[in-house]
């Protein structure tokens, strides 16, 4: 049945899907055409908004390419390689592999988002090693798990409002994460995905003649072998003291992080895997030829991620986010409200994908809303935490480092992620209304 669905959404995501690049600049276009259309804004106003905002995610770029280069860095060395292939031998056929992709990643975007990205796309890789699957689902599959990032332990809207003197705390006060993450209605959601995204992947498996497979010698990391020591140079590239001595430098500090009880954060994951890579390689030069590779998938993170900034500043300075959430907000009664704001941060999330941005505009709607209607103030704003993640699976921008590991383009998964759209806005949806 779902094989019978994906097929034809796959070919046509195939045949009409643009570059991540084209898709942005559109968005841009249309960003920018309704704020003047919608919002009343003049034409030059919003052009010097999408300027002045262009550069305003560039410690995110930054971050997010490091999430691409340090987890390959890591990955590719011996010491990993053997434990991802223990894990994925696991796998003795190609449902099994579908399946144990769509767990790990889940668990691992549970954790946390970005190391559930890089987590599922070398897992992926390693499992297109040992079995003969569809390599696009497989790498789908390894997306699909993402899905469930903003309901896990570092969802940014439930950590945000958990924090003593939050930016909305005069509304509501401190929420705990045992009204959130840990809460009945989001539990119930989330088991329901662990249950239904990898049964959903597993269906939609493709026929032998509908499938696309890769060639295993294509994914070996090409990596230098460790050359002779010719000169003192050569010497300080080759040997493994400098890189122990950083290393461990490293590990002192994450030790004494999480001794302080301090968790988990993007620069943290991204601190511990280029840690790793450093030690678990050995040499400088080691180390240096796996970056050289590394840094081959990440062009499309360095491009995009500015014109993303530039549209959230229209999104945002225009008002024309606010616009839309108040509109479907304005529909909502007591029982809907929670269903109305999922459905908004889902459309806002596409022109504002970043957790935190997006609670920021959408906050100062959904929050009086929610007193108005004598909504939960914890369910409301988990309606936005799972819109916002709802519809990353049709938004190329958190795609770009899991796409980067594979060597995939979008269009190559997304026909599969329509169907996780679909399906997943379902749960949610009822979960939040209803439970």
Known sequence: MLNAVSRPMVRIVDRYLPDPFVFV???????????VAIQGSKPMDVITYWGDGFWGLLSFSMQMLLVLVTGYMMASTPLVKRGLQALAGM???????????????????????????????????????LVRVDYRLLVASA???????????????????????????DIIGVIPTSATIFSLFNIAILVA???????????????????????????????????????PADYLETTPYLSMLIGVAGVAWLLQHF???????????????????????????????????????GA??????????????????????????????????????????????????????????????QAPIILPAAEALGVDFARASMAVAWGDAWTNMVQPFWALP??????????????????????????????????
């Not at 549209?311 to 945002?316: D, E």
């Open 25 to 35: 600049a559109a968005l841009t276009l249309i960003a920018a055409i309704a704020a």
């Open 259 to 297: 001794m302080k009880g301090s968790g988990l954060s993007l620069n943290v994951i991204n601190f511990a895997f280029l840690t790793l890579a450093i030690l678990l390689h050995g040499t400088p030069r080691n180390l240096l030829g796996a970056l050289n590779e590394a840094v081959k998938g």
């Open 143 to 169: 997306y699909s798990g993402f899905i469930v990032w903003h309901g896990g332990l570092a969802g940014s809207v439930p950590l945000s409002i958990a924090t003593e003197g939050h930016p909305f705390a």
């Open 193 to 231: 995905l662990f249950i239904a995204i990898p049964l959903v992947n597993r269906g939609m498996m493709p026929r032998d003649q509908d499938s696309v497979y890769i060639d295993p010698a294509l994914l070996k990391d090409d990596v230098p072998e460790v050359t002779e020591n010719r000169t």
């Open 402 to 435: 899991i796409l980067g590991i594979a060597g995939l383009r979008a269009k190559d998964i997304m026909g599969f992620c329509v169907i996780h759209l679909v399906i997943s806005g379902v749960i949610i949806g009822l979960g939040l209304t209803f439970i």
């Open 300 to 361: 499309g993170i360095v491009i995009q991620f500015p014109f993303y900034a530039g549209i959230m500043a229209i999104m945002v300075q225009t008002g024309l986010a606010a616009t839309i959430s108040t509109g479907l907000v304005n529909l909502a009664s007591e029982i809907t409200l929670p269903l109305f704001t999922f459905l908004s941060a889902g459309i806002v999330n596409f022109f504002v994908p970043s957790g935190g941005g997006q609670w920021a505009v």
């Open 91 to 129: 796998a003795s056929s190609p449902g099994a592999a579908i399946l144990l992709v769509s767990f790990v990643s889940l668990a691992a975007s549970w954790i946390n988002w970005g190391f559930g990205l890089v987590v599922g796309a070398l897992f992926a890789k390693e499992l297109a090693r």
